[in-house]
């Protein structure tokens, strides 16, 4: 069974599982190499019931998209303990896709809490992604070719939310 997550104002929700995915908790932070990052700490629940959660760093920055600006938020999921992670939550849940369509769709759902947002005053985008190291290592079968960067990032999920400011 797909986990199909659709927007919901603070969250992201899996009608068939019953996975609610709310905004995470987030909070700034630094590597120790000196990079800022954005910390993202998610909780999964089913009813009003946690049943798992993920933390994982991030970055944002200001882009230019076809012709406008957009504030991109890239969640970091390159990391194979993070792959395996999300692998064991596919286990918890009971779910039968493949490994990378589970990944794909969970990393949607991290994305898409965002989604459902009515106040934000610029273009938003939040872009999941991974390596093909970190899934090679963590057992996952590379994807299609065509799905691959050039520097070895795996594009998983994407959402983009216009400006919606009153």
Known sequence: MRLCFEPRPYSSFDPVSG????????LPGELADGTVVTEYQYAFYHGDKRVGGLGFHGTDQLAEINGHTERVFTFDLGHDWLITYMLEFKTMVGNSDTD???????AQGLAMAYAGQTDNVEDLRYVAITTVSALAIAGVLTPDRGLV??????????????VNAH
């Open 19 to 26: 996975i609610t995915i709310p905004r995470p908790r987030v």
């Open 100 to 106: 990378f369509s589970f990944l794909r769709d969970l």
């Open 149 to 162: 960067a050039s520097d070895s990032h795996v594009v998983l999920a994407e959402a983009y939310v216009p």
